[in-house]
């Protein structure tokens, strides 16, 4: 956030002491998932050529939102850059910090030579379904993700 006094959003990397900070944010995401394996979760993507994540930071506020992105493969086209979480916390939404987290996903995949975005959300998630075309996406399909839990 930046002009009329407010302060500017910094984006980096995540760093080991943003874990409390991080699971905030996807307890606001809609997964609560438990605080203790988000470090492990967190250096396999740091630690990944084809994953990426960065943190929004605003003075004041603390870390605000996060995006991850990957590559993702397929036989049937070619691959593209994949965003699998993008949230920001509610106390800093409508002020810019998810197109910053954006951009910086689209320049983490033009600098890989990827050529197109792909995410999924969620039908219940209507700001997001407002934003993303914002940002230049279009609807492609409507599908049902179907999971299967493994022994």
Not at 40 to 45: A, E, F, G, H, K
Not at 82 to 87: E, M, P, S
Not at 123 to 149: C, L
Request: net charge negative; with cysteine.
């Amino acid at each position: 956030m930046t002009g009329d006094g407010e302060s500017e959003t910094i984006l980096r990397g995540p760093r080991p002491d943003d874990i409390e900070a991080l699971w905030s944010l996807c307890k606001e995401l809609g997964y609560d998932t438990p605080v203790e394996p988000l470090e492990r979760r967190l250096n396999s993507i740091v630690f990944n050529n084809d994953q990426a994540a960065y943190v929004a930071e605003i003075d004041g506020l603390g870390l605000v939102g996060y995006i991850h992105i990957f590559t993702r493969y397929a036989l049937e086209v070619e691959p593209c850059a994949q965003i699998q979480a993008l949230v920001v916390s509610e106390r800093a939404r409508r002020h810019g910090v998810a197109a910053k987290l954006m951009a910086a996903a689209e320049a983490w995949a033009t600098g890989r030579g990827l050529t197109w975005l792909s995410l999924y959300c969620s039908s219940h998630r209507d700001a997001a379904h407002a934003f993303y075309p914002t940002q230049g996406f279009e609807a492609a399909v409507v599908a049902t993700r179907f999971n299967k839990t493994l022994d």
